[in-house]
């Protein structure tokens, strides 16, 4: 009977624990007990508030809102804090990622510097002179989506796919106009691009960015080839995929 309740405890140990990239195991059930949650009542004013927040957001897009984004999620952020009744904001301050923000902040920058420099516009006349070389428009079309997918994972992968698209936005504007073909096929490539090329590196997403920082600071360090090894592959074959059904709904059978 000893062995057979040992044999029970060690299975349910098992079953219960995770390993991670550094071979530390990590109990599910201490954590789940480590991090319940201690206030419903703020917990449920969390969620209304991040509820709203994710509305508005979706009407700042379908209704004329005269409010920037920011501006939502830093009012959101604020109206959390008051309803939270925190007598100490310096214990909120102190869970900050502060080295997250700086990192996005030099990013913009870089790409902005980038973007003065003329290499985006550059990217966007070599992408243009390649396209002008196929002959039917289905051919264009087809070499289009081809470039802007791969191009932008890519580039997503190793500078961070939110500038990278706020910058290439007029690029494929221009590319358009220029070589002649549906707008609304290029933003779905350059869409499908930044978002799965974001998944294959440590830089590529802002996502990646926070959550190796919070792993880090609870003792489970992520490095840039640890992450590299397992979200590049990912990232080209959902990349792959992405790119035939593209060709396929915009090309073999357009319905734009």
Same mark, same amino acid.
């Given at each position: 009977n000893n062995n /057979?309740?040992?044999?029970? /405890? /060690?299975?349910?140990t098992t079953t219960n624990t995770i390993t991670t990239f550094n071979g530390t /195991?990590?109990?599910?059930d201490e954590l789940e007990l480590k991090y319940v949650?201690?206030?419903?009542? $703020?917990?449920? @004013? =969390?969620c209304l508030v991040l509820i709203v927040v994710i509305i508005l957001f979706f009407l700042h897009? $379908?209704?004329?809102i005269h409010i920037n984004l920011v501006w939502i999620a830093i009012i959101g952020s604020l109206f959390m804090l008051t309803l939270a009744n925190l007598k100490e904001i310096? @214990?909120? *301050?102190e869970k900050v990622e502060w080295?997250? *923000?700086l990192f996005f902040a030099a990013l913009f920058v870089l790409m902005h510097a980038l973007t003065l420099l003329g290499l985006i516009e550059w990217i966007g006349e070599q992408i243009s002179n390649l396209i002008l070389l196929a002959d039917s428009p289905? =051919? @264009?079309l087809a070499l289009a989506i081809f470039v802007i997918v791969w191009v932008s994972a890519i580039a997503s992968a190793f500078v961070d796919n939110i500038p990278y698209m706020t910058t290439m936005v007029p690029v494929i504007v221009q590319i358009s106009q220029n070589a002649n073909i549906p707008l609304s096929p290029l933003?779905? =490539? $350059?869409s499908f691009g930044c978002c799965f090329g974001g998944n294959g590196t440590l830089v590529g997403a802002s996502a990646n960015v926070v959550c190796v920082g919070i792993a880090e600071q609870q003792g489970y360090p992520i490095s840039f080839i640890q992450f590299f090894k397992v979200g590049f592959p990912v990232m080209l074959i959902s990349t792959l995929i992405a790119n035939i059904y593209l060709l396929i709904s915009h090309v073999v059978i357009p319905w734009y």
């Open positions: /057979n309740n040992n044999n029970n /405890n /060690n299975n349910n /195991n990590v109990n599910i949650i201690r206030d419903p009542i $703020l917990f449920i @004013k =969390a897009s $379908l209704v004329n310096e @214990k909120i *301050l080295g997250t *923000l289905n =051919a @264009k933003c779905w =490539a $350059l």
